[in-house]
């Protein structure tokens, strides 16, 4: 059965709002709601049309539109799937792992990279420790639902816990730290964007040189030691921050 025949889905044809454009933010507004969950099949755009007495046309730019943002795909020989909603991230101290799970988004990792390196003068900055000590690295691939939506790469002190490969598989560097007796106090973060290297377009199957958000952080423990620096790249159609700004009084 087709998921939008439950929805109230209305238009106002005497609004300055295209009407495509009215379509799909309430088709997106039940994405984010959960009333179209992730796997939901969209009927036939014909009779979505028929039903809101729309031209074809304009049904196919709203679900377009939808498509472009990543909240559906179109599967050939399937149809029209809800992929997803996008993850909102608070600013506040938490793991991307633990955002994807309270978002309901299942999150899976693949470490590409689990080694020691010497620290360049930015890594040891960030760390406190002399250019060119032996420092962890590890790179790692973030999905939901199956589909990459973060690259992370992050130095950590020598000796800090155990960085096991299948163990960062299996969970968040945070709740790791967290077993190992660590705990996060606080964190420096700047928050950008630039366009995607090729090695990361293709990791995050993405056009080289697409937008994509960045995130650099330092953490600290209780005691004021740094105890990782991370450097992340995300999908902007996947992923966004959330920030609370107060007024100064």
């Known amino acids: ?91 506040e101290l938490s793991s991307l792992y633990d955002d994807l799970e309270a978002a309901g988004q299942r999150p899976a990792t693949k470490v590409l990279v689990n080694t020691m390196v010497p620290a360049s003068t930015e890594i040891a900055a960030a760390l406190g420790l002399p250019e060119g000590t032996d420092v962890h690295r590890v790179e790692r691939l973030r999905l939901a639902h199956g589909e990459p939506m973060a690259y992370l790469v992050n130095h950590l002190p020598p000796g800090l816990l155990d960085l096991d490969t299948a163990r960062l598989e299996a969970t968040g560097l945070y709740r790791m730290m967290r077993a190992a007796g660590i705990t ?28 994509l958000l960045t995130m650099r952080r330092a953490t600290y423990d209780d005691t004021g030691r740094a105890v990782e620096y991370g450097d992340h790249v995300y999908r902007p159609a996947r992923y966004s921050f959330e920030f609370q700004l107060l007024v100064r009084s």
């Open 1 to 91: 059965m087709d998921p939008t025949v439950a929805l109230d889905l209305r238009v106002d044809r005497g609004s300055p709002v295209p009407l495509y454009f009215q379509l799909s933010q309430q088709l997106e507004a039940a994405i984010e709601r959960g009333a179209l969950t992730p796997g939901s099949l969209l009927g036939n755009e014909i009779e979505l049309a028929a039903r809101l007495g729309l031209s074809r046309p304009t049904v196919r730019q709203a679900i377009q539109s939808l498509v472009d943002k990543g909240l559906l795909v179109r599967r050939r020989g399937v149809g029209t799937q809800v992929v997803h909603s996008q993850v909102k991230r608070p600013l």
């Open 184 to 211: 996060l106090h606080s964190a420096r973060q700047s928050i950008g964007a630039r366009g995607a290297t090729p090695g990361e377009a293709e990791r995050l199957t993405e056009a080289e040189g697409a937008p």
